[in-house]
């Protein structure tokens, strides 16, 4: 018999549910917060609010989508963290009375592990997935992992941010000229445009397989900050090749550090995961690297890159055919890696 996993995400600022038969995708829908635009950045009570609002219509549109009625479910996945407390609060609620009602199981989801096993939902037929274990370089908005996945269950971080996130890096350069958020897609397309080399910025020295992106964030804004002082145009002239060249040094260091940990562990199978995933630059450089260092190389489809509850959907989907089922007296948490 079929297994029906409804899947809810809610951990910032993207409401979202999904439904998958098996691992089979049904329904992936997702609304946005246009709201938090205006602020440069996620404003967390305003994130809550709009997940008050968004939740109940976008689990309708989800089932709706699958063409399935509410009482095929057989569970109830939802993110448990980490992420913004308040916005968690309302996935977590929403699963905990939804399943009461429908008298199914509740599967808590931890949300870095989801990206990765985003890998595992079928878009179509015979879609291909990897093997375990393999590695996956999860780079999103909170996190920075090199993370060696034995199982669903059993995942081992090799390497992982001191500092800021891949995509805090980017979207903080992307504050520094001036661009609306989330600045990632913004540098993205505009780096397609100009020159990679056209600046320099010292690369970060950390030792093993650990990264750090803050010194890099700093030696951006001290660039920018002293071409501003010659010419006041210097963002605008130079828009391009700023993006270019600190969108080139963040791959040079995201990749270099993944490459050392394929070879290190002799693992061949390698994943990307996460927002920053679906930046054209990196898929590109993954490519290549894969050709090079003979990987199997797998690149999330968009839809899979940013928050979505399909990833939830699929985690909670493993978590079923185990038995691993969560109470109702549990509580999201807001910080932490794997749990
Ligand atoms: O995984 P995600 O949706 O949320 C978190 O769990 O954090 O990642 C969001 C991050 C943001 O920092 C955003 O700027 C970045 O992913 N991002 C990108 C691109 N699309 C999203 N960064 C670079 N290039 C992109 N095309
Ligand atoms: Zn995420």
């Known amino acids: ?13 993207d409401t979202s549910a999904a439904v998958l038969k098996d691992r089979q995708i049904l329904s992936n829908v997702i609304a946005n917060q246009d709201i938090h635009k205006s602020y440069g950045g996620v404003v967390p009570e305003l994130a809550s609010r709009a997940h008050q609002q968004n939740i109940i219509p976008v689990v309708e549109v989800a089932l709706q989508k699958a063409k399935i009625k509410k009482n095929q479910l057989s569970g109830i996945a939802f993110t448990r963290g980490p992420g913004l407390l308040g916005s968690l609060l309302v996935g977590t609620s929403f699963a905990k009375a939804f399943a009461l009602g429908l008298n199914v199981p509740i599967i808590e989801v931890n949300h870095l592990k989801a990206h990765i096993l985003a890998h595992f939902v079928e ?17 999103s908005g909170g996190h920075t992992q090199i993370v060696r996945v034995n199982s669903p269950s059993d995942m081992q971080i090799l390497g ?7 995509g805090e890096a980017f979207d ?10 989330p600045g990632g897609p913004q540098i993205d397309k505009l780096a397609a445009q100009g020159n990679p080399d056209a600046f320099t910025f ?4 950390i030792q093993g397989l650990n990264y750090s992106f803050s010194g890099l964030k700093t030696s951006f804004l001290y660039l920018v900050r002293d071409g501003l002082k010659k010419d006041e145009g210097f963002i605008e002239k130079n828009k391009a090749d700023l993006a270019a060249s600190y969108q080139a040094t ?8 993944l490459r050392r940990a394929a070879r290190e562990t002799g693992i061949r199978q390698v994943a990307i995961a996460g927002g920053v995933s679906a930046n054209s630059g990196i898929r590109r450089k993954l490519t290549q690297m894969a050709e090079k260092e003979r990987w199997e190389v797998f690149i999330p489809e968009f839809q899979f890159t940013t928050d979505n509850a399909a990833m939830i959907a699929i985690a909670g989907y493993f978590k079923y055919l185990d038995g691993d089922f969560a109470s109702q007296d549990l509580a999201p948490y807001a910080r932490g890696g794997f749990q």
């Open 172 to 181: 903080k350069a992307a504050k520094i000229m001036g661009l609306p958020y």
């Open 1 to 13: 018999m079929s297994i029906y996993i409804l899947g809810i995400e809610s951990s910032c600022d």
């Open 250 to 257: 963040l791959i040079r260091v995201l990749l270099g550090k």
């Open 202 to 205: 010292p690369e970060p020295k």
């Open 123 to 139: 878009t179509r037929p015979g879609s291909r997935h990897p093997d375990f274990p393999f590695l996956c370089l999860t780079v």
């Open 160 to 166: 992982k941010t001191i500092d800021d996130a891949a």
